[in-house]
C-alpha cells in the first residue's frame, strides 16, 4: 500500500513517527505553514520557518525514504497579527521555490476583516504564481466559514480545480462537494473525523477528489491515522484501486497541478546510495557519525 499524507506538520513530529510512518507505506507528505502554537513575534521567524520547510525537513524526511514538499502562506490565525503581516511581502520568493506545491494554508480562522484581506491577497498569489491553494477551515461555526470561503474563492478567479477545501466533515461536504473545489478531510484521534466516518462520506459522496490526511502537528493527533482510514475502507469493501487513488492518486493528481512534485524514489538518488547523510554540513545525528 502506498500513501501520500497531504497535509501534516511533521516540523512537530519525531523520527518514530517518520519510522512508523515509512513502515506503513507513508512514501509522501505535504506540509502547509501552519500557526506554531507560539505567535510569532517579526517576519524574520517567518523567513527561518519557511526555510526549514524546504530544507532541514525534506532533508530529514529523506532520511526514513519519505519524499517531503511543502505549502507556504501567512496562516488564518497569525493574519490578524500586525507583526506577522509583512509575510505577504515575503511569500512571492519562496513561492518560487521547487519544493513549494501550493499557496497554504490560508483561509479563515475567527472571520476578521483582517483574515478577508490575507485570503484574497494569497489566492491573488496563487493565481499569479500559478499554484494551487490548500484552504484551511474554521474549527467553530464551520458552516458558515465554508460559506464564506467558497465566496472568497469564486471572486478571486482561481480555478476550483487547483483549489482544496480542508477540514470538512459531514455538514460542509454538501456545501462543497458541487463547487468543483477538491474535498479534504483531516481524521484526527478523539474529535472530529475519524476512519469508520470518512468511509460513511466516501460511499455516500464517492472517491473523485477526495483527500484524506492526518493533519498531525503539535496537538492530539496521530499520522498513522491515514493507514488506519484505508484500512477501514478494505474493511467495508473497497477495492485496493479506490485505496490507492484516495491515499495515493488523488493527492499526486491535486498538488502535480504545481508542476514540481519529485516523487522519484528516494533509495535510487543521490549515487545511487539513498539519499545524501547530511544537509548544510549537518545530520539527523546532531554532529555526530
Ligand atoms: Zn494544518
Redesign the pocket.
Known sequence: MRIFDP?I?MTSRTTDDYERMAAAGVRAVVE?A?WLGQPRTNVGSFADYFDSLIGWEPFRAGQFGVRHHATVALNPKEANDPRCRPVLDLLPRYLNKDAVVAVG?IGYDSMTPAEDEAFAAQLALAVAHDLPALV?TPHRDKARGVERSLAVVAESGIEPGRVVL?HLNEVTVKLARDTGCWLGF?IYPDTKMSPPRMVEILRAYGTERMLVNS?A?WGRSDPLLTRATAEAMLLAGFTADDVDRVLWRNPVEFFGQSGRLDLTDLTLTGDGAGPPATFAGNSILRGGS
Open positions: 497535509h506538520h502547509p501552519f494554508e484551511h480542508d483531516s493533519a502537528d
